[in-house]
């Protein structure tokens, strides 16, 4: 439990930090404004090209793929174990069937 929970704060902490480079380039609003149209467009523009173009967008997307990734594995190696504990508890049924 505490892994998921660790897991949850990591990709909280990974999404927040580039929130700092998203919001350098896309505004707030146009994004929400799809959800409520009584916010319209903003009158500043938002320079999508601009983020793509950014090193730092580069860097916060590869740190999330990374930690990402770690969680998957993480995750994968608990339903190794899963699989095997539960592998064990049938052997032991059968046995004492």
């Given at each position: ?13 990974t ?60 995750l ?15 052997k ?6």
């Open positions: 439990m505490a892994d998921a929970q660790e897991n949850e704060e990591r990709a909280l902490y999404r927040l930090e580039g929130d700092h480079v998203i919001a350098k380039h896309i505004r707030n609003i146009d994004y929400r404004s799809t959800d409520r149209r009584e916010l319209g467009k903003s009158k500043f523009n938002s320079d999508y090209k601009g983020l793509v173009l950014d090193p730092l967008l580069e860097d916060y997307i590869s740190n999330r793929y990374a930690r990402m990734l770690d969680a998957v594995n993480e994968n190696d608990v339903r190794d174990l899963n699989v095997r504990i539960l592998q064990l508890i049938e032991e049924l059968n046995t004492n069937s």
